[in-house]
């Protein structure tokens, strides 16, 4: 019989040690409670999350409390290691995952996020919210181009207004001369 658990066990500590590296190697995870999700439901947020790269699974939370053990997240992230949980891992933008789960909970109110890792910070719920609001890494580059050109732009309409009166003035005094001959 003991020779039945040692593959069990192995797999566990496989699987541990892969929950860890994801851990590591994701710029953030989210875990939500997805119940009263059904299938359909489930398999919708989970194609919209990998849509974007972002790997959902559902992972017994004693395997999760096992591959945080001694992080300094670990205690504040216990609390929420009950019941069902399913962990996004975003390994690029890292709200691009709170952003996809927020709305979803607007549209199915029994996906319920519990909270999260950004960047190595342990973050609440309510916070999450607040970052999902927040407009993705390319509009904010957006935003800084449209902010620069703005003032560029009115100094070439400005220098553009003066070239034109230069323009009238010289053809003013073009007239004028031409006209006194």
Do not use: W
Not at 12 to 41: C, F, N, P, T, W
Not at 47 to 55: D, H, Y
Not at 157 to 180: D, F, P, T
């Amino acid at each position: 019989m003991a020779e039945e658990k040692k593959p069990q066990r192995i797999a566990k500590e496989k699987k541990v040690e892969e929950i860890r590296e994801r851990m590591h190697s994701a710029s953030s995870i989210v875990l939500s409670d997805y119940r009263g999700l059904d299938v359909e439901e489930l398999s919708d947020l989970r194609k919209r999350l990998r849509s974007e790269g972002i790997e959902c699974e559902v992972i017994k939370n004693t395997l999760t409390r096992l591959a945080i053990k001694g992080e300094r997240y670990e205690e504040g992230l216990l609390p929420y290691l009950r019941g069902p949980t399913a962990i996004a891992f975003s390994y690029e933008d890292p709200l691009a995952g709170v952003r996809i789960l927020a709305d979803f909970t607007k549209e199915h109110e029994n996906l319920r996020i519990k909270a999260g890792i950004v960047e190595g910070r342990l973050i609440n719920r309510e916070r999450l919210r607040e970052l999902a609001l927040l407009p993705s890494y390319e509009g904010l580059l957006s935003q800084v181009a449209s902010m620069i050109k703005s003032p560029l732009q009115g100094l070439v309409n400005v220098l553009k207004g003066n070239m034109r009166s230069l323009v009238l003035i010289l053809k003013n005094v073009r007239a004028v001369k031409e006209g006194g001959n």
